[in-house]
Structures are given as structure tokens and as C-alpha cells.
């Protein structure tokens, strides 16, 4: 894993995602596991609606204006660096997600939805949820004593009023989780071969 704590991605993540059509509704789980079938089967996902697809191409059916939101119940699995993978839905998924974090791994989740509220939590788990902290929309720039954001906030912006879009702070949390996992989503990101399953939206 590359150390990148201190480095500014390329490509703004949040308009990035953007670019690719999750302006409006985005929800990303990266998780400490490589071994995509054990995250299949802790989210309880049907092996018999499994595809293979790139990132890219999944995403063009989830971003797809003319489908309802609340009827995109597609959810794409992939990995991400070493010892990394991720799970990108529109919505995120009404599956339990804190067994994902057990035996010392660690989950980040971040997501939107713009027409609701807008940015949601940064929200980090491990040990099953025995160690949990997030990262509030309109974040003021502090962290608790001892936070495991802390090694990787440098050369952020720490301050995000009520005035601020959403944008900005977007970014700023997936620079954090970029960090944290040694690569940034960038356009090749969007190549990665993948898995895609039907689940229901939460």
C-alpha cells in the first residue's frame, strides 16, 4: 500500500464521481477484505443474480435518468488496492453492515443523496463496530483526541459552513479515504472488473 497521507489526488473525487453520473445519489462501503465472495455472503447477496462487469459499465445503468431511483437495486463489489475492496450502489444497501469490520478489519462508508440530505456522514468502523467515529456533514475541522482521521486531514480544508455545498466536503472525505487505503478513485478506477448483484435499496 502506498503511502499517501500527505498527497492531493488528481482529479477532485467528488467531481469526478460526478462525471460518471453520481451527482445526485452515490453510496460507497470500502472494506478491509480482498476475498470478494466472503463480503457476497456477508451481505447475504443472491449468487444467482451475479454479472460480471466493469465499474464504468455498471455505473451507466445506475445513473440512468430514466429509471426511478427507488428502482435501481443494482450493487457493484470489486476491489480496490491490496487488501481493499469496495461495494458502490446508488443507495446503499439494507444489509448489516458492522460484521463487514470483525476481526480487526475496518470499513469507510461515504454517500449522498442530494435531493434528501445531501452529504451523509463520513463513517468508519472496526472490530465489528467496537471502534466507530465519523466525520459530520458542516465539519467544523476538529477531531476527538486519538482519531484515526487525524494522519490524514493534512492540507485540508478544516472548516465547512452551512453555506458551503456539498461538493467540497465530498471531496475532502474521499481525499480521507483515499489516504487511508493508498489510492484515489481516478479514471482507471472506473475499468476495474467487477461483480454486479440485484439487492434491494434501503
Do not use: C
Not at 492531493?8 to 465472495?37: C, I, K, M
Not at 449522498?112 to 451523509?120: N, P, R
Amino acid at each position: 500500500m502506498a503511502d499517501i497521507r500527505h498527497i492531493t489526488p488528481e482529479h477532485d473525487q467528488h467531481e469526478l464521481l460526478a462525471a460518471h453520473g453520481f451527482a445526485d445519489a452515490f453510496w460507497a462501503l470500502w472494506v478491509e477484505r480482498s476475498n470478494l465472495e466472503e463480503i457476497a455472503d456477508l451481505l447475504r447477496l443472491d449468487p444467482r443474480t451475479r454479472r460480471d462487469a466493469t465499474l464504468g459499465e455498471e455505473a451507466r445503468s445506475m445513473t440512468d435518468p430514466s429509471v426511478p431511483l427507488d428502482e435501481k437495486n443494482s450493487l457493484w463489489l470489486g476491489r480496490h488496492d491490496s487488501g481493499w475492496s469496495v461495494v458502490v450502489s446508488p443507495l446503499g444497501v439494507r444489509a448489516a453492515l458492522l460484521p463487514l469490520s470483525a476481526d480487526d478489519r475496518q470499513t469507510l462508508e461515504v454517500s449522498w443523496l442530494q435531493e434528501i440530505d445531501g452529504l451523509y456522514p463520513l463513517y468508519f468502523h472496526a472490530k465489528g463496530g467496537e471502534v466507530s467515529e465519523e466525520i459530520e456533514p458542516f465539519w467544523n475541522g476538529r477531531l476527538q483526541a486519538g482519531s484515526v482521521f487525524e494522519r490524514y486531514v493534512h492540507g485540508l480544508a478544516r472548516n465547512y459552513g452551512d453555506d458551503e455545498s456539498d461538493g467540497p466536503l465530498a471531496n475532502a472525505f474521499l481525499t480521507i479515504v483515499g489516504r487511508m487505503m493508498g489510492r484515489f478513485i481516478d479514471e482507471e478506477w472506473f475499468h476495474s472488473p467487477g461483480r454486479v448483484y440485484d439487492h434491494p435499496s434501503i
